[in-house]
């Protein structure tokens, strides 16, 4: 049974920083594609940064280029996001995503971690 379960969300002050971790079983990660959504109230879900599978490349959201930091051990089934700078948009529930490199179709989502930015 795939599992993606995300942790480390919490409450935190403008300008904080948060580490996200997803722990990653019942699939084999390095044929995995992963990334972070987020989706805060009333809004869609949005793509906050990815990695390819081997972790050569990377890709960020504008709002969050230069402040988020995606990362990943394969060895250790786990996908990180280091958040720096924090500022009230991005609070949000922040979602892990795997997605196959060959069989596209074949995707998993974690239930979430709830990020909140606030004074």
């Known amino acids: 049974q795939v599992q993606l379960v995300e942790s480390g969300g919490g409450l935190v002050q403008p300008g904080g920083s948060l580490r996200l971790s997803c722990a990653v079983s019942g699939l084999i990660l390095s044929a995995h594609d992963m990334s972070w959504y987020r989706q805060a109230p009333g809004k869609q879900r949005e793509l906050v940064a990815s990695?390819?599978?081997?972790?050569?490349?990377?890709n960020y959201a504008d709002s969050v280029k230069g402040r988020f930091t995606i990362s990943r051990d394969n060895t250790k089934n786990i996908v990180a996001l280091h958040m720096d700078s924090l500022n009230s948009d991005d609070t949000a529930t922040y979602f892990c995503h795997a997605r196959h490199i060959s069989y596209t179709i074949l995707e998993s989502w974690g239930r979430g971690t709830q990020v909140t930015v606030s004074p």
């Open positions: 990695i390819t599978s081997t972790g050569n490349s990377t």
